[in-house]
């Protein structure tokens, strides 16, 4: 296992093509500090991975915005244009470290135990895969703050969970069950302790890690853009990407070692 630079919020392993970050801030319960937001997309956009797992420490995954961002600073401040503007500049840095998740080339799976709350639920959306422990649970918490959540979360929870439910979760502030989060497809499986729902989300990420690389990035990219667009555009999109992508070689690659499996 090879272990890489060590950052504040983070603690970032590779082995075998499958990044293992893990927020390692379980004192705080892991809150999104200001070092939080400028650490995951630096991290996310420098790794050569075939696949990243994103867990976390401690009983739960995240407590979402550490409300140390909010002192001392004129930052989220709309008394004034100014303060409008520079309110939508740090809005959009926000969303835009969340979105790395969503942008990278390879896919995301997150590992969730314990409470998963406001923006950490702006961040598991951008993530492909979800797993959870069973006692796991997902919180709107901006709407019991008097706020409304803005880093992704009605984005992109909208297209994954029946938009009833999100305006139920959304209204409400209420906790999703990770039981009921994976009879509505949220959540791709349910384990019962920490340990191995780690071990069984980097148990997925070797089956990832074991197929090509450039055709789990075309799949990723395809499907987020299918997601997004009509069905004739995304046959249009399809058609000038699988020639850029489509490998013979591979393939026969691939056929071979399935016939030595």
């Given at each position: 296992?090879?272990?890489v630079?060590?950052?504040?919020?983070?603690?970032?392993?590779?082995?075998?093509?499958?990044?293992?970050?893990?927020?390692?801030?379980?004192e705080r319960?892991?809150?999104?500090?200001?070092?939080?937001?400028k650490?995951?997309?630096?991290?996310?956009?420098?790794?050569?991975a075939?696949?990243?797992?994103?867990?976390?420490?401690?009983?739960?995954?995240?407590?979402?915005?550490?409300?140390?961002?909010?002192?001392?600073?004129?930052?989220?401040?709309?008394?004034?244009?100014?303060?409008?503007?520079?309110?939508?500049?740090?809005?959009?840095?926000?969303?835009?470290?969340?979105?790395?998740l969503?942008?990278?080339?390879?896919?995301?799976?997150?590992?969730?135990?314990?409470g998963?709350i406001?923006?950490?639920?702006?961040?598991?959306?951008?993530?492909?895969?979800?797993?959870?422990?069973?006692?796991?649970?997902?919180?709107?918490?901006?709407?019991?703050?008097?706020?409304?959540?803005d880093?992704?979360?009605?984005?992109?929870?909208p297209?994954?969970?029946?938009?009833?439910?999100v305006?139920?979760?959304?209204?409400?502030?209420?906790?999703?069950?990770?039981?009921?989060?994976?009879?509505?497809?949220?959540?791709?499986?349910?384990?019962?302790?920490?340990?191995q729902?780690?071990?069984?989300?980097?148990?997925?990420?070797?089956?990832?890690?074991?197929?090509?690389?450039?055709?789990?990035?075309?799949?990723?990219?395809?499907?987020?853009?299918?997601?997004?667009?009509?069905?004739?555009?995304?046959?249009?999109?399809?058609?000038?990407?699988?020639?850029?992508?489509?490998d013979?070689?591979?393939?026969?690659?691939?056929?071979?070692?399935?016939?030595?499996?």
């Amino acid at each position: 296992m090879q272990k890489v630079p060590s950052y504040e919020c983070f603690e970032l392993t590779s082995d075998g093509g499958i990044a293992h970050l893990r927020m390692s801030r379980p004192e705080r319960r892991n809150a999104m500090t200001a070092a939080f937001w400028k650490e995951l997309p630096q991290i996310v956009h420098a790794l050569e991975a075939r696949v990243l797992v994103l867990s976390s420490t401690g009983p739960h995954f995240c407590a979402g915005l550490d409300v140390s961002l909010f002192q001392g600073t004129k930052s989220f401040s709309t008394d004034s244009l100014e303060g409008r503007q520079k309110f939508r500049q740090k809005l959009e840095e926000l969303q835009a470290s969340l979105s790395s998740l969503a942008e990278a080339r390879f896919p995301v799976i997150a590992a969730v135990q314990g409470g998963c709350i406001g923006g950490a639920v702006d961040m598991v959306t951008a993530c492909c895969l979800r797993y959870a422990t069973r006692d796991a649970f997902f919180v709107i918490q901006e709407i019991n703050l008097g706020m409304l959540a803005d880093v992704g979360t009605f984005n992109r929870m909208p297209k994954q969970l029946p938009e009833a439910v999100v305006r139920e979760l959304g209204y409400t502030g209420d906790r999703l069950s990770a039981e009921r989060a994976e009879r509505l497809g949220f959540v791709n499986g349910l384990f019962d302790t920490h340990e191995q729902l780690v071990a069984g989300a980097l148990d997925v990420g070797r089956r990832i890690a074991s197929k090509a690389p450039v055709a789990v990035a075309a799949t990723k990219q395809m499907i987020s853009y299918t997601r997004d667009h009509p069905v004739a555009e995304s046959f249009a999109y399809l058609n000038a990407l699988q020639p850029a992508i489509f490998d013979i070689e591979e393939i026969k690659r691939a056929l071979k070692s399935r016939q030595r499996a």
